[in-house]
């Protein structure tokens, strides 16, 4: 992972349209996160309300427009008239007053809003978001719900007609000027409407450009946004002010689409939708479903070479423009809607369990981020799993992302690890990786996975030969796979050899927290690299290679002595391990000690754990326990891998400090893992630098820890 060069995007003062109604109002429940997730299903679908106050609203839907997590507008709009009076309840569209929001919500699937619509009607507002992590078929549609619930306030009924658009041009999103010139060469755009199985629905289409990527946006694709063609039901394509225009003086829409497909900052096309709801007194519910379908998804460098790979949804429904699809997705809400309620309950009474609400805070919020990184994608015989290294520079299937990433998957669905893990060793098995050691990633910009034939990749030898082994085994471990392990002995061998020679006295080189600068004999890094050895012993003896198994245990158990000796300033007061070999007054997270733990090895001495349980409490800032002794800021990531094997109150400590950041931060974009423990902000590298990132997925640490005893692992 590194920080981008690339510079953000600047929001422009336009993006907010009038002020807030009554900002004090609403609750916001379990807390105002940094930035709500509104429509979070893969790298390109992440839309997102900023919050925070260094450029969000302080987590309202009416009055600002959402976001694409790179920071481009998402004009999505929603309007509301009542009595004849119009009320903006989502973005920030020229002319109505804003409802007021009551209440805000947000369970692991879902964020709900609560509006008071001039004391005559109330809102809820739900948006979405499924993670399925046993069902493949559903977690590989990338489509999001948004339910629209209207029902009367004050005891009389009321003329209601509800409206909402999206955008055309670049990934069917309105993007305002001043982004950059190069969002709008895309884009000319067309309307296409069409009637199937009782639903309406606008599709996006534009110049296609297969694999392409403009500002982390996909170039290829279309876009749907569907509801049910129902009586009362109009809809309308065109500039935005006409449409909205139209909406507000008539109720309803006028049935007719623009042709007229020009570039898409010329009158800004969106496409609308109005539903008539009539007198309404009792409660009437709206769904809305918005999607991205790409056929092709991604480019792979396997065995045979570079291929492209489908996306999964393909082996289920026939193609791109398939209504069926739309349909078959439209119909699930009931089924979307129990699956994600228990998911949710899952996840709540498992996390108040094991931290109480603040873990739930935790990991509720991540939960949407961490999976909104992934594409299932291949075919019914096989499948595979792709990441996006979102933000810190695109990368995709980088090793050291997705083992601070791992443990959701540990904690929901071990399967879809191997999926995560089998591009990594088709191509590097295939010969088609020239180092020794485990490369860092499969490609430099999602979505081409086309590898690193040179070799030239970045270079954390040491960091992704212990991840892969640890990741392997967990695996394994998990979904009692052994022979996962027998087929892949041979390259975990190697990456054996490697730590051998290199994981007890590292070379100055970086870690994965290379923002944090190169260091020689990094005492974390060192750990990671021995559990790897005493990983693969475990490996060895699992597939009966007994000979390797005796050895490696030795030469771990040797290293781990040594290491003791060398990392730990044992006359400090409190004693505690350092951050470099010999340099007594450094300290920082011992995140890596984690996999000792997650593998049941029981390779590190119990009093390593209770010295540095002592030991933390006594460097803690406001938000957390400083990465270390370089800098002030934190890693929410390693802090919950070090909460997940502390004692008791230390656990308790950093779940209570992160919790009150997610509360507290002035950063406005999707949760960000690194940011000043002092403050809160960001780290100092600038605002906007690491957000949205799937390490989030290391939040359920803890809960990955509690599955294993379930799986027969115990420590
Ligand atoms: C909103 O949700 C609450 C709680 O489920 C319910 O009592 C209320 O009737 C709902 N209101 C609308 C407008 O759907
Ligand atoms: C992926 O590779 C294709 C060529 O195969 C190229 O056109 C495209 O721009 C690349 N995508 C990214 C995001 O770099
Ligand atoms: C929209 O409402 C206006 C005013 O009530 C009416 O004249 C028009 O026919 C309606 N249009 C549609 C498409 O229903
Ligand atoms: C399924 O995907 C695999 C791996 O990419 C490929 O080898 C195989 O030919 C595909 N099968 C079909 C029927 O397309
Ligand atoms: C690394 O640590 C070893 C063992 O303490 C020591 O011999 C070596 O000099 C250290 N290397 C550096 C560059 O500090
Ligand atoms: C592997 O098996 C050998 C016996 O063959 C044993 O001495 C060693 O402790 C085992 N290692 C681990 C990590 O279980
Ligand atoms: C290992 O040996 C045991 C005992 O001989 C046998 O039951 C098991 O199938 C072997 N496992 C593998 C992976 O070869
Ligand atoms: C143990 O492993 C090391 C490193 O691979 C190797 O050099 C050594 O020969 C092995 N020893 C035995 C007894 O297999
Ligand atoms: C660091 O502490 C260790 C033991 O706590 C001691 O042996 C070593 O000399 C100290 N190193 C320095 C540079 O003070
Ligand atoms: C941490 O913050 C304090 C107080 O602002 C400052 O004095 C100190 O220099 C900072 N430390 C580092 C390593 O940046």
Redesign the pocket.
């Known amino acids: 992972m590194k920080f981008l060069s690339q510079a953000f995007v600047v929001v422009c003062a336009t993006l907010f349209g009038s002020v807030v109604g009554d900002a004090a109002a609403s609750t916001f429940s379990p807390a105002r996160p940094p930035a709500i997730p509104l429509a979070v299903k893969s790298p390109y679908m992440s839309t997102w309300q900023y919050a925070g106050s260094d450029g969000g609203n302080g987590g309202y839907l009416a009055g600002q427009w959402p976001q694409f997590w790179a920071g481009q507008v998402a004009a999505w709009t929603g309007m509301i008239r009542v009595d004849g009076t119009t009320y903006t309840w989502m973005g920030a569209p020229t002319g109505p007053a804003l409802v007021t929001q009551t209440s805000f919500e947000y369970t692991s699937t879902k964020s709900v809003f609560t509006m008071d619509v001039g004391g005559l009607v109330e809102m809820n507002i739900t948006f979405l978001s499924t993670l399925t992590p046993d069902d493949q078929k559903r977690q590989s549609l990338i489509f999001s719900y948004l339910d629209v619930g209207v029902q009367s306030l004050d005891g009389n009924s009321h003329d209601v007609q509800l409206y909402t658009d999206i955008s055309a041009g670049e990934s069917a999103y309105h993007v305002i000027p001043a982004i950059t010139d190069r969002l709008f060469r895309m884009g000319f755009w067309r309307s296409l409407r069409c009637r199937t199985m009782g639903s309406r629905y606008h599709q996006g289409w534009q110049n296609q450009l297969l694999f392409s990527e403009t500002s982390d946006q996909a170039d290829w694709g279309y876009w749907y946004y569907a509801t049910k063609k129902v009586h009362g039901l109009s809809f309308q394509s065109g500039s935005d002010a006409t449409v909205r225009a139209n909406f507000q003086s008539n109720g309803n829409l006028t049935n007719t689409k623009d042709t007229d497909y020009r570039a898409i900052n010329a009158q800004y096309p969106v496409f609308g939708f109005a539903s008539d709801l009539g007198q309404v007194s009792g409660s009437v519910n709206t769904l809305y479903t918005i999607g991205l379908t790409q056929e092709q998804a991604i480019q792979f460098d396997g065995a045979t070479g570079v291929v492209p790979l489908t996306s999964l949804w393909t082996s289920y429904f026939s193609s791109e423009t398939d209504a069926t699809k739309l349909s078959f997705v439209y119909n699930d809400y009931g089924t979307a809607s129990q699956t994600a309620a228990a998911l949710d309950s899952q996840i709540s009474s498992d996390s108040i369990g094991l931290g109480g609400q603040d873990y739930l805070t935790i990991t509720s919020l991540a939960a949407r981020q961490a999976f909104g990184a992934l594409q299932l994608v291949g075919n019914s015989t096989k499948q595979y799993l792709f990441l996006k290294e979102i933000s810190s520079d695109g990368n995709v299937q980088t090793v050291d992302v997705i083992f601070p990433f791992h443990p959701v998957l540990l904690y929901l669905k071990p399967e879809l690890l191997k999926l995560l893990l089998d591009p990594l060793f088709e191509n590097q098995e295939s010969g088609q990786y020239p180092n020794m050691y485990s490369m860092h990633d499969l490609g430099s910009s999602y979505p081409n996975a086309t590898g690193h034939p040179d070799g030239n990749d970045e270079q954390q030898p040491l960091e992704e030969c212990g991840n892969m082994l640890i990741m392997t085994l967990a695996y394994s471990q998990r979904a009692q796979d052994k022979a996962y392990l027998q087929q892949h002995y041979k390259i975990l061998k190697q990456w054996t050899q490697y730590l051998i020679q290199e994981a007890l ?1 590292p070379a ?1 080189q970086i870690s994965t927290d290379d923002f944090a600068g190169s260091l ?2 990094q005492t974390n890094l060192a750990l990671k690299g021995i559990i790897g050895i005493e990983a693969m012993a475990v490996i060895a003896n699992m597939t009966n290679n007994t000979a390797d198994g005796a050895n490696y245990t030795n030469i771990a158990h040797d290293y781990i002595d040594k290491w003791q000796v ?1 990392g730990i300033a044992q006359d400090a007061t409190p004693p505690h391990t350092t951050l ?3 340099l007594n007054d450094t300290h920082g997270l011992l995140y890596n000690l984690y996999g000792d733990q997650e593998l049941g090895l029981k390779l590190v001495p119990q009093k390593v754990y209770d010295m540095q349980s002592a030991f933390y409490p006594t460097v803690a800032d406001t938000y957390g326990v400083p990465l270390d002794t370089r800098h002030n800021y934190t890693k929410s990531d390693w802090e919950m891998f070090t909460a997940a094997i502390a004692s008791d109150d230390t656990k308790a400590m950093f779940i209570k400090e992160l919790a009150s950041w997610i509360n507290d931060t002035p950063t406005n974009r999707p949760e960000t893992d690194l940011y000043s423990a002092t403050t809160g902000d960001w780290p100092g590298q600038g605002a906007g630098t690491f957000t949205a990132r799937p390490v989030v997925g290391g939040h359920f640490a803890l809960l990955a820890l509690q599955a294993q005893t379930a799986a027969g692992i115990h420590n």
């Open positions: 006295i100055d020689a004999n060398y470099g070999y010999g």
